[in-house]
């Protein structure tokens, strides 16, 4: 069984930081990718940020030069540093990690529960 537990979320001002943490926990033989997604109400979820096991990230226009994406691989933990926050930021925030249980098995991409961010005006 594989967990994964976002914390970190809350109500914040324009322009100001959150820093949200997704920790992995559970049989996990490998991570590759791990990311964050979040959903706006009557939007579709769509990816934020994105890194990979090596450290190469990838992220969606509207965050360039606001958020960054960082991971400690030694404690299975992903996060998501947000600055000068927008009131279009406000969205439920998932992480997801692409996570092999053992080492023969395919790599299985999990999701935690989601932790609410406002950013309010």
């Known amino acids: 069984q594989v967990q994964l537990v976002e914390s970190g979320g809350g109500l914040v001002q324009v322009g100001g930081s959150l820093r949200l943490s997704c920790a992995a926990s559970g049989r996990i033989f490998s991570i590759n990718a791990m990311s964050w997604y979040r959903q706006a109400p009557g939007k579709q979820r769509e990816l934020v940020q994105a890194?990979?096991?090596?450290?190469?990230?990838n992220y969606t226009d509207s965050v360039k030069g606001r958020f960054t994406i960082s991971r400690d691989n030694a404690k299975n933990t992903v996060y998501l540093q947000m600055n000068s926050l927008k009131p279009e930021d406000t969205a439920v925030y998932y992480c997801?990690?692409?996570?092999?249980?053992?080492?023969?098995?395919?790599?299985?991409?999990?999701w935690g529960q989601g932790t609410q961010v406002t950013v309010s005006s």
């Open positions: 997801a990690a692409e996570i092999k249980q053992f080492s023969y098995s395919v790599y299985f991409k999990y």
């Open positions: 890194i990979a096991s090596g450290g190469s990230t």
